[in-house]
């Protein structure tokens, strides 16, 4: 095919236009303001946000001798493994519920859309709202269906307040999880099925021999973007404890939010955020090597 | 005989299982929008009440006619509704064709192009504010639905390029082929072949990005100044004041907030389950 | 590696390109956008190019100040031909971010109108108060307050308005529970156990040492213990022996089970919300309760913070305007003052402070509200003898963080003593 074709030239550009608005869009809207964190974060910022010049690793050292960095690290690695975990274990198996005929499909699968569909704030506050200790709608719930005789304090620790934020954030990413899966279990050929039961193999071989494996590809490719979003997922975490007390539910995110817009320390804010990209980095990569060479070439 | 009655019992009670499994999972998801709408159309002193109820006792419909008034709603709802449908169109526009390219040709940075589209999604909005501002303020799109357009695009491509990427590469190539064959050059190829077989994966996409679009706010906050340029997410702060925030109109706001996306997923749904349908799957 | 540095070299490429065709583009683009902001401004003619632009970003008080700005801008471009001015009304949630984020970009708005301003004035951004600010207008304001704005010998800010906090208290749920009104700690912990004893479905105490506004605790406590943020000489004291014993005697009403559950994500808000239900008998609270409470039904009164060192006081919030230095020329600095001129003229200024439920901080403004409102009287009087937060000294931001973050941490276990020490030494030392 390639030999008939004369341009060589055209042909070994051809790629690069293809490509070429993509990456014009995210170079202006996302490389140029990234290129801004960088410079802040080697730069001495003053609190009302003006850029004083280079001060070399002046900012990453004041946030890693900080006795906060480790305890709001911790938290985020907690919060992004089971929020991804556990919602990428649920979201996929609410696929396979939604994949199969039955009546009311279409209303059960829109109503999975809800969560997607309401902003994080909302969702959130609403969240705080059902589990709040004096006026929750938990609460009145049981009361209502007398379970329980007089109000609990839903959140006794900040433990207590970061599982529930954790439930909150794999609340809102099922959806996303369960389209993801939903899509690639569409695109699986029927035949492969009816073959498979000709050969009378059951429902879970049939999962692990044919489903998983031909889902697997964006699946993978969602989680790796979903742990970035999760990571750096704010509302939800914001919204219902700002990170209090204490810093003990807080992130990286909201972390480094009250060091840049609460205590103007936006140099060191950028730093806390070049930090975690490093982090993402690393795992992105271990990703990239271990699939990407594996699958495509 | 016998055989088969008990075959029939055995998926009559998978059957039953699956209903009441969806069932209740869509119980619990829907339970916090319950509970917003029971709040919404409760009276303040109500929803603070000693002893609450589930439902309002004195229900307050005005509350959703109230914020109409209170607020530019109608507005915000139209200037969201235009950042979602154009960030969608431009994501699209932009997205296929790389996705297209990475999919059916082979090119140097092929892989460090993949790389470069992961690594741009791993900063946080918040963290890039003071960026984007900067990039707005050179191209004069700081007060316009358009810049939000633009950076919703660019936050979406990720997921757009590797998404359709997936869904291209699953599909075997021999059509395209086929047509090349009779007349057809690449883009028509991928217009008339492709695109049509690819549909479930492009309507996911499609969702993702007009939902993601539809929800953003940390950007939109700090890009829009005027007030009837808001879209809705931000719009609806007004009911977020200084002394108290107005819980049942918040609620009632957010309620008309969910409708539209609804709608888009409803009407478009059918082409996510429509599936394949001559294509071949490669294994 | 290879990949990552051809990925480097693709980021780097793209940089300079961007770079590069960014700044052409500027110039053509920067009209075309802003055809939509001027599409809502129909009465402008087109050929009236030369009007002066004023920019001003005001702070959301409540859900109608938006409203109360677009009719001011109105009123202020039918009476002023030649000045367009464009105001910008955040919520509280938002308005440091995007404040930041504007002036980190060098598009900080003509006026703002916001809590803090030392920031700002550490870094040369503002224009000294009576450069901006008509000698009529700077009349009007009490001293005191424009004394909180001061650097150097110069003031740098007018306020906009004040608030004062009191006790707010539940009539009902005291005389049910026999107690009279607390004016000591030692009062206060025995009317808190005897209202506990009365019905315990009910919270004796509210107390917010959240994100949102746990600073106002600390000052609460240590105030009224003879202590603060500050020594005699204006030296930053936090962990003064006065301070550590009135950290722990609120964390100590806590722990025992006097207070709101949970003090360290309960806002002031959810405690208003629940003195307003009924449920909370005692809470310190600025004015602006008053009308909710009364809206609620609830029999409530107010009274002087309960103490320990024999004097109360009251805590006073204030919130400034400012002037930021963008370089404006002389004809737009006279419309700045203009603009100034309108929002305190004396009727509109009352208008807008009772609308907003706070204090007047002009003393015109003063009578006219007392004259509108009788209890507003009161309120006045308490906040002429208020104390406000040091916010004029530039550790503030982190004084106030690290004081929320000592509470909570004591609330948490620790110990007040050792925190205190070490956010000393971390601010001062």
């Known amino acids: ?297 | 005989m016998a055989d088969n009655i008990r075959i029939n019992w055995g998926k009559l009670l998978s059957r039953v299982l699956l209903y009441f499994v969806v069932a209740l999972i869509c119980l619990f998801i829907l339970y916090p929008y319950f509970v917003m709408a029971c709040t919404a159309l409760k009276s303040r002193s109500e929803i603070f009440a000693i002893n609450g109820t589930i439902f309002p006792i004195n229900v307050m419909w005005s509350n959703f006619i109230d914020i109409w008034q209170k607020a530019p709603m109608a507005r915000y709802m139209l200037n969201s509704i235009v950042i979602a449908a154009g960030s969608t169109a431009i994501a699209m526009v932009c997205g296929i064709p790389a996705a297209y390219a990475l999919a059916r040709m082979k090119f140097k940075g092929q892989t460090a192009f993949l790389g470069f589209i992961i690594v741009s999604q791993m900063f946080a909005p918040v963290v890039l504010l003071i960026g984007i501002y900067k990039v707005m303020q050179m191209f004069g799109l700081t007060n316009s639905l358009l810049g939000l357009i633009f950076i919703n695009a660019a936050f979406n491509q990720a997921f757009t390029i590797w998404l359709l990427r997936g869904t291209f590469m699953s599909i075997s190539a021999e059509m395209e082929q086929a047509a090349t064959i009779d007349g057809c050059n690449r883009i028509q190829a991928m217009f008339k072949v492709l695109l049509p077989v690819a549909a479930p994966g492009i309507v996911t996409t499609l969702i993702f990005i007009f939902i993601n679009a539809w929800n953003e706010y940390t950007v939109a906050l700090c890009l829009i100044s005027t007030d009837t340029l808001k879209p809705l997410t931000v719009g609806i702060n007004i009911f977020n004041g200084y002394n108290m925030i107005e819980w049942q109109y918040l609620f009632a706001a957010s309620i008309f907030a969910i409708i539209p996306v609804v709608i888009l997923f409803m009407s478009i749904e059918k082409n996510l389950t429509s599936g394949l349908t001559a294509g071949g799957v490669k294994g | 590696m290879k990949k990552l540095i051809a990925m480097l070299l693709v980021l780097t490429m793209v940089l300079a390109l961007a770079a590069c065709g960014g700044s052409k583009t500027a110039e053509t683009q920067a009209p075309a956008a802003e055809a939509p902001a001027e599409t809502q401004a129909p009465a402008a003619s087109a050929a009236d190019g030369e009007k002066v632009t004023v920019t001003m970003i005001a702070a959301q008080y409540g859900p109608k100040t938006g409203d109360w700005w677009t009719e001011f801008e109105k009123k202020f471009e039918a009476a002023n031909d030649g000045i367009d001015l464009v105001v910008d009304c955040v919520s509280w949630n938002d308005i440091y971010t995007v404040v930041n984020t504007r002036i980190a970009n060098g598009q900080a708005p003509d006026l703002l109108n916001i809590d803090v301003f030392a920031d700002f004035q550490a870094d040369g951004l503002l224009l000294p108060a009576e450069e901006w600010c008509s000698a009529e207008t700077y009349a009007k304001f009490y001293q005191a307050f424009l004394d909180q704005s001061e650097i150097d010998g110069t003031i740098w800010a007018v306020p906009d308005l004040a608030s004062a906090r009191a006790m707010y208290y539940n009539k009902d749920i005291l005389d049910a529970a026999g107690v009279e009104v607390p004016t000591t700690w030692e009062e206060l912990t025995a009317a808190c156990e005897a209202i506990q004893a009365y019905d315990p479905d009910i919270y004796p105490w509210g107390i917010d040492m959240t994100t949102d506004e746990g600073q106002a605790a600390f000052a609460y406590y240590t105030w009224g213990n003879g202590g603060g943020f500050v020594d005699d000489n204006d030296e930053w004291a936090l962990n003064s022996a006065e301070n550590v014993a009135a950290v722990e005697y609120a964390v100590g009403l806590v722990k025992a089970g006097l207070t709101n559950s949970d003090p360290a994500t309960n806002t002031r808000y959810d405690l208003q919300d629940l003195f307003c239900a009924g449920k909370l008998a005692m809470m310190i609270a600025p004015n602006a309760l008053s009308s909710q409470a009364g809206e609620a039904g609830v029999n409530y009164g107010f009274a002087a913070i309960p103490n320990n060192s024999g004097t109360s006081v009251s805590a006073g919030v204030m919130d400034r305007i400012m002037c930021f230095d963008n370089g404006q020329t002389a004809e737009q600095m006279a419309a700045i003052t203009a603009v100034v001129d309108a929002f305190y003229d004396d009727e509109p200024y009352a208008e807008w402070v009772l609308m907003e439920g706070f204090l007047p901080a002009t003393s015109a403004g003063g009578e006219a509200c007392a004259a509108a409102d009788p209890a507003m009287g009161a309120w006045i009087d308490i906040v002429g003898s208020a104390k406000f937060y040091p916010t004029a000294k530039a550790e503030w931001a982190d004084v106030k963080q690290g004081v929320i973050d000592v509470e909570q941490q004591a609330l948490l276990g620790g110990n007040v003593q050792e925190l205190l020490d070490a956010l000393q030494a971390e601010i001062a030392g």
Request: charged share 15%.
């Open chain 1, 1 to 297: 095919m390639k030999r008939k074709k004369p341009y060589t030239l055209l042909n070994k550009v051809e790629p690069y236009l293809w490509i070429l608005p993509s990456i014009i869009l995210m170079a202006i809207f996302i490389i140029v303001p990234i290129g801004f964190v960088f410079r802040m974060a080697f730069s001495q910022v003053t609190k009302a946000g003006l850029v004083k010049g280079f001060c070399g690793f002046d900012n990453f050292s004041k946030v890693l001798k900080s006795a906060k960095f480790g305890l709001v690290l911790k938290n985020t690695i907690i919060w992004t493994i089971l929020v991804v975990g556990l919602s990428t274990v649920l979201g996929f198996i609410l696929a396979l519920l939604l994949n199969n005929e039955f009546k009311g499909r279409k209303i059960a699968r829109a109503i999975v859309v809800f969560p997607w569909a309401t902003t994080l704030v909302i969702q959130a506050s609403v969240w705080k709202f059902i589990i709040d200790t004096d006026y929750g709608a938990l609460n009145t719930l049981l009361k209502t269906l007398g379970i329980i005789e007089r109000n609990v304090n839903w959140t006794p620790a900040p433990e207590a307040f970061f599982a529930w934020e954790i439930a909150c954030g794999i609340f809102v990413t099922i959806p996303f999880v369960c389209f993801t899966a939903l899509s690639g279990l569409q695109s699986i050929d029927a035949s492969y099925y009816e073959a498979a039961t000709v050969d009378g193999a059951n429902y879970w071989q049939k999962l692990g021999h044919i489903t998983l494996p031909l889902v697997k590809p964006s699946l993978t490719v969602a989680t790796v973007l979903n742990i970035i979003y999760v990571f750096n997922s704010f509302p939800i975490v914001w919204t219902i404890t700002k990170g209090d007390p204490a810093s003990r539910t807080d992130t990286l995110v909201t972390y480094l939010y009250k060091l840049a817009f609460y205590n103007g320390k936006q140099g060191e804010a950028a730093a806390v955020s070049v930090i975690g990209f490093l982090i993402l980095l690393v795992c992105a990569s271990i990703y990239m090597v271990s699939t990407l060479k594996k699958g495509d070439e």
